[in-house]
Every structure is written in C-alpha cells, then in structure tokens.
C-alpha cells in the first residue's frame, strides 16, 4: 500500500508560479513510478510529469519547458514546480505511483489538489 497526499494548489494569476508537493507513505526510491497527472471539468485525466527508471523524466507536451519535477528521497516527497501557468492549466492534480510488487505492477492515486489559474 502507497499512501500519497498533495498539497500546494491554489489560485494564481496567468503568468505565475506554484510549486505542488506530493508526499509518499513509501519510499519513493522503491517507486518504479511517481509523477502527476491533471484532470480538467470535461477532459481526461492526462500526464503532466513523472520520473520512471530512465535517465530523465517525461513530461506532457503542453507543459515542458515550463513546469519542472523533482524528487527528493530523503523526504519521501515529489514536486512539481509550475512557471508561466496558463489558464488551461487550470485542472486537479493527482499524484500517481506505480510499484512493482510480487510480479505484478500496482497504482496509486492521491486525492488531488485544485489548481486555477486566472486569466
């Protein structure tokens, strides 16, 4: 079982910057996965970012150069740091792990956090 809880979202004008956190109840180094996904009223849930075992994350088409993830094991915890936010990124933000386990490849959501941007 992975616990996952995020925080960081809020309101932000056009233009600015917000940094998500995604806190993990297991080490995120044992994760074979962890990134974020974003979902917008009336969209599908899409991949915004995540770091598997290459050597470099990926990211969605629509927010590379400007939003930025990172790691860091020492506190079990992962971030998105978002520049340059856009009214279309206005969406909830979900924290996703992946585990392999016995053979078998488990996911987890976190509850997600609302992030509006204003134009």
């Known amino acids: 079982q992975v616990r996952l809880v995020e925080s960081g979202g809020g309101l932000v004008q056009a233009g600015g910057s917000l940094r998500l956190s995604c806190a993990s109840s297991?080490?995120?180094?044992?994760?074979?996965?962890i990134g974020w996904y974003r979902q917008a009223p009336g969209k599908q849930r899409e991949l915004v970012a995540v770091?598997?075992?290459?050597?470099?994350?990926n990211y969605g088409d629509s927010v590379k150069g400007r939003f930025t993830i990172s790691r860091d094991n020492a506190k079990n915890t992962v971030y998105l740091q978002m520049n340059s936010l856009k009214p279309d990124d206005t969406a909830v933000y979900y924290c996703?792990?992946?585990?392999?386990?016995?053979?078998?490849?488990?996911?987890?959501w976190g509850p997600g956090t609302q992030v509006t941007v204003s134009s």
């Open positions: 996703n792990a992946k585990i392999l386990i016995f053979g078998g490849l488990r996911e987890y």
């Open positions: 297991r080490s995120t180094a044992s994760l074979n996965d």
């Open positions: 770091i598997r075992s290459g050597p470099s994350p």
